[in-house]
């Protein structure tokens, strides 16, 4: 087993130029402000064969846009009528559907629009790639992803290896934001944020790192606010035109090429994400957000929080109870 220190070396890593074994991966939102940028970001993958673009709207124009690039994957775009094309044969599915935060909104008011849009397309993947990996970054990804196992689980096709929420954002956030107030390479600042992906329930856990160890007092309270409603600001900044797009494509495609490397065999691949989890199930928290071991199966091993500081703890103590109703609305909603 590697020590946590070369776990977190082999979490800063980015993009890998092997492309071991090759996989055609579907993006379903394809033609919005994150699925553009996601998609264009996954045809400079190299363990992408091929890739598979669907959107109620646009899907096929971005998909000959985007097919010009050259590298060696093979892209298709599809139309609202032609989900379950755009998911034959896919290994790999990620979910940028469903509308974003206007100023003045939480990710829960997303819930009432963006559920049912998760759990029909849930609903088509069991139906048409019941094997298909699930990358869920719709929101609220606390409550997406318990509908997409749920939905899933009703099919009678559900694996928690292979179920996702993609939480990449929260720790590109926290290495960027921690290398800003250090001075130092966000490759050296990497921080593990731990629990779910909104407000108080998205937990950094600062001190298991050399920078971030040192912060203290009104400067990590300072940071700890920012990593957990860093999303916050992009929505103030881009004032009713939605939330973070570039910055989440990134983190998008970052996770997509973690878990594609662990499918082909690399060995150590290990990040942050989303996922049915023991380490709280004893408190009724079914999902939870650690350090998890991508490999041929998808998740292979989820990881212990380690040392927590008491501030962490504080932190954990207030993520639990709200984490525990945002999984139990998602489950409330497919029952
Ligand atoms: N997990 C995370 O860290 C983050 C999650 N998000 C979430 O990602 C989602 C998408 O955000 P944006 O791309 O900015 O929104 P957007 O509105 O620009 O794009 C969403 C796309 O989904 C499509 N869509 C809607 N219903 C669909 C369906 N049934 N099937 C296929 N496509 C469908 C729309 O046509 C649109 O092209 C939002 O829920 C947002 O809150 C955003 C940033 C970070
Ligand atoms: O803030 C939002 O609504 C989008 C999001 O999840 C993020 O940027 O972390």
């Known amino acids: 087993m590697l020590s946590r220190t070369a776990f977190r070396a082999v979490q800063s890593r980015s993009f890998s130029s092997s492309a071991a074994r090759q996989t055609k991966v579907a993006v379903l939102g394809a033609g919005g402000g994150i699925g553009q940028p996601l998609s264009l970001l996954l045809k400079l993958d190299p363990h992408v064969t091929a890739l598979s673009l669907y959107d109620i709207r646009g899907a096929p124009g971005v998909a000959a846009d985007v097919s010009h690039?050259?590298?060696?994957?093979?892209?298709?775009?599809?139309?609202?009528?032609?989900l379950d094309e755009a998911l034959k044969d896919v290994k790999v599915?990620?979910?940028?559907?469903?509308?974003?935060?206007?100023?003045?909104?939480?990710?829960?008011?997303?819930f009432n629009t963006n559920a049912s849009i998760v759990r029909d397309l849930a609903a088509a993947i069991a139906r048409v790639s019941p094997e298909a990996h699930i990358l869920v970054i719709s929101n609220p990804v606390n409550s997406t992803v318990p509908i997409v196992a749920e939905t899933l689980k009703k099919a009678g096709v559900f694996d928690p290896r292979r179920l996702f929420g993609v939480t990449t954002l929260d720790v590109v956030r926290a290495a960027r934001f921690l290398?800003?107030?250090?001075?130092?390479?966000?490759?050296?600042?990497?921080?593990?944020?731990?629990g779910g992906h909104s407000g108080a329930t998205i937990?950094?856990?600062?001190?298991?790192?050399?920078?971030?160890?040192?912060?203290?007092?009104?400067?990590?309270?300072?940071?700890?606010?920012?990593?957990?409603?860093?999303?916050d600001e992009v929505v103030k900044a881009k004032d009713g035109a939605g939330s973070a797009t570039l910055s989440m494509a990134y983190a998008g495609a970052k996770f997509a090429n973690a878990l594609l490397r662990g499918l082909s065999g690399e060995k150590g691949v290990v990040t942050p994400t989303f996922v049915k989890s023991p380490l709280f199930e004893d408190q009724g928290v079914e999902f939870f957000s650690s350090d998890v071991e991508l490999g041929v199966n998808g998740v292979e091993n989820i990881l212990p929080l380690g040392n927590l500081?008491?501030?962490?703890?504080?932190?954990?103590?207030?993520?639990?109870?709200?984490?525990?109703?945002?999984?139990?609305?998602?489950?409330?909603?497919?029952?």
Not at 309 to 335: M, Y
């Open 179 to 194: 290398g800003e107030i250090t001075n130092a390479d966000p490759k050296e600042t990497v921080v593990t944020v731990v």
């Open 69 to 82: 690039i050259d590298s060696a994957s093979h892209v298709t775009g599809y139309p609202a009528d032609k």
């Open 203 to 231: 937990v950094p856990l600062l001190s298991q790192t050399p920078f971030g160890k040192a912060i203290k007092g009104e400067a990590y309270e300072k940071i700890v606010h920012r990593i957990q409603y860093g999303g």
């Open 309 to 335: 500081t008491p501030e962490e703890q504080a932190l954990l103590d207030a993520c639990i109870p709200d984490l525990k109703k945002n999984i139990e609305k998602g489950k409330a909603f497919v029952a």
């Open 93 to 110: 599915v990620v979910i940028p559907a469903g509308v974003p935060r206007k100023p003045g909104m939480t990710r829960d008011d997303l």
